[in-house]
T-cell receptor, first 114, second 116 residues
């Protein structure tokens, strides 16, 4: 069974631009979560989607948004990029929302904002 | 508020040594899950174990073992006879069972370096 896939793997943008990252969950998984990893703040929860609905949101500004499609694939968007948005963005999927589910992570997208 | 603390930022050992990674968590909830993930240089977080707050039994999987003590809010991870391939950053994480879905609260991670 294929794992979680994320595209692109690497991305370079400049301040003020916007970016869209994509995540395809493990086949059959319906819940997708996003995390930001930086050296200073560590791993922080961005948001979580299940059945195309955002179920939970972390403490990030409105520039960070996401969505989930009917096939459970998810995208996250960051508008008006800032230097501090440079990070590894990790996506995780699980069968269902919450409960006993374990989240499995993808390889991440490394975003560099210049 | 919930919090996970991994006090050891970096640990360096020589191959075949045993090493324990500490994890202390804080939560007022009585029902939660605890996790350990491994992050090799490639960046992907690899799931190692999940433990329910109701189950304080220790677990062993090959060279890996986990010690969960609710009384001290600790969930420590021991690697026996470490190998170079164990070099990675290890994260301990906490998740509430009710009302917060899959949100994981991570510790800052412990970077383990195993030298030949």
């Amino acid at each position: 069974k294929a794992g979680v896939t994320q595209t692109p793997r690497y991305l370079i943008k400049t301040r003020g631009q916007q970016v869209t990252l994509s995540c395809s969950p493990i086949s059959g998984h319906r819940s997708v979560s996003w995390y930001q990893q930086t050296p200073g703040q560590g791993l922080q929860f961005l948001f979580e989607y299940f059945s195309e609905t955002q179920r939970n949101k972390g403490n990030f500004p409105g520039r960070f948004s996401g969505r989930q499609f009917s096939n459970s694939r998810s995208e996250m968007n960051v508008s008006t990029l800032e230097l501090g948005d440079s990070a590894l963005y990790l996506c995780a999927s699980s069968l269902r929302w919450g409960g006993e589910e374990t989240q499995y992570f993808g390889p991440g997208t490394r975003l560099l904002v210049l | 508020a919930q919090k996970v603390t991994q006090a050891q930022t970096e640990i360096s050992v020589v191959e075949k040594e045993d090493v324990t990674l500490d994890c202390v968590y804080e939560t007022r909830d009585t029902t939660y899950y605890l996790f350990w993930y491994k992050q090799p240089p490639s960046g992907e977080l690899v799931f190692l174990i999940r433990r329910n707050s109701f189950d304080e039994q220790n677990e062993i999987s090959g060279r890996y073992s986990w010690n969960f003590q609710k009384s001290t809010s600790s969930f420590n991870f021991t690697i026996t006879a470490s190998q170079v391939v164990d070099s990675a950053v290890y994260f301990c994480a906490l998740r509430m069972i009710y009302n917060q879905g899959g949100k994981l609260i991570f510790g800052q991670g412990t970077e383990l370096s195993v030298k030949p």
